[in-house]
C-alpha cells in the first residue's frame, strides 16, 4: 500500500502496466476497452488524493490539471457509466456529475 487516504478508492487507477491482465478489476467487466483511455490520463502522472479532496476541499487543483487532458471526455464518461461517486473525473466533482446526470435525464 502507499498510504493515501482511506476514502481514495483503490481502483481509482489503473497503471496502465496492468492494463489487459485479466481479473485486475472488475472481472465481469471488459477493461481492456473501458479503461484503456487511462494510459493517456494525465492525473496519473499527479497526486491522486487532489482528486480525491476533503469533504469542502478545493477541487482546484484536479480541475487545472483535468483541464489540460486529452482523454477528459473518455474520462467522464466512464465515471458517468460506472457511476463513479466520489472524487473529481473529466474535470467535475462529484455534485457536478450528478447535476449532468439529472440534466441529462431531462
Ligand atoms: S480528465 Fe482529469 S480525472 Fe480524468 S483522466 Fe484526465 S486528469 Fe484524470
Redesign the pocket.
Known amino acids: 500500500m502507499t498510504g493515501y487516504r482511506s476514502d481514495v478508492p483503490e481502483n481509482w487507477f489503473v497503471d496502465p502496466v496492468n492494463l489487459g491482465v485479466p481479473g485486475v478489476r472488475r472481472p465481469d467487466h471488459d477493461e481492456d476497452t473501458a479503461l484503456a483511455w ?1 494510459t493517456d ?3 496519473s502522472q499527479t497526486d491522486p488524493e487532489a ?1 480525491f479532496p476533503e469533504k469542502g476541499g478545493s477541487t482546484r487543483d484536479a480541475k487545472r ?2 483541464s489540460s ?1 486529452d ?2 471526455g473518455e ?1 467522464l464518461e466512464y465515471a458517468l457509466n460506472n457511476d463513479e461517486r466520489f472524487g ?4 467535475l466533482s462529484e455534485r457536478e456529475r450528478r447535476k449532468l446526470k439529472r440534466q441529462a435525464a431531462g
Request: some cysteine.
Open positions: 487511462q490520463a494525465l492525473c482528486f490539471i483535468c487532458c482523454v477528459r474520462c473529481i473525473w473529466g474535470g
